[in-house]
Nanobody, 121 residues
C-alpha cells in the first residue's frame, strides 16, 4: 500500500511564510503528477498548485507569485513554499499524488491526511 504523510502546517502572521511537505512511501512503482489542494470552512476543495512528472507547474490565480511547488523525485516528496501569506489562505491543505504501485499498474490518486494552515494576527 501507499502512505502520504504531510507536515509543515501551523499558525503564521499575515505576510509570513510556511513550507509544506508531503512524502509518499510504500510499494511505489512510479509517480506522475503531484499537487496541493486546500479546503476552507464552508467552501469546496480547490486546486492550489500542481507539478507534473516532467516538472511543469500550474498555479491557482490566487497564489501565483506567492507560492512555489517543487518535488524531489529521489525522496518521493512534494513541497509547497508559501510566502506573503494572507488570511484568505487559511485552510486545510491536502497533497494529492498520482501513483502506480508494484501491484496496481494503473495510476491512482492518493491523498494526504491534511494539514491546517492558519494565517492570523
Amino acid at each position: 500500500q501507499v502512505q502520504l504523510v504531510e507536515s509543515g502546517g501551523g499558525l503564521v502572521q499575515p505576510g509570513g511564510s510556511l513550507r509544506l511537505s508531503c512524502a509518499a512511501s510504500g510499494s511505489i512503482f512510479s509517480i506522475n503528477d503531484m499537487g496541493w489542494y486546500r479546503q476552507a470552512p464552508g467552501k469546496q476543495r480547490e486546486l492550489v498548485a500542481v507539478i507534473t512528472g516532467g516538472g511543469s507547474t500550474n498555479y491557482a490565480n490566487s497564489v501565483k507569485g506567492r507560492f512555489t511547488i517543487s518535488r524531489d523525485n529521489a525522496k518521493n516528496t512534494v513541497y509547497l513554499q508559501m510566502n506573503s501569506l494572507k488570511p484568505e489562505d487559511t485552510a486545510v491543505y491536502y497533497c494529492n499524488v498520482e501513483i502506480s504501485t508494484v501491484v496496481q499498474s494503473a495510476l491512482l490518486d492518493y491523498w494526504g491526511q491534511g494539514t491546517q494552515v492558519t494565517v492570523s494576527s
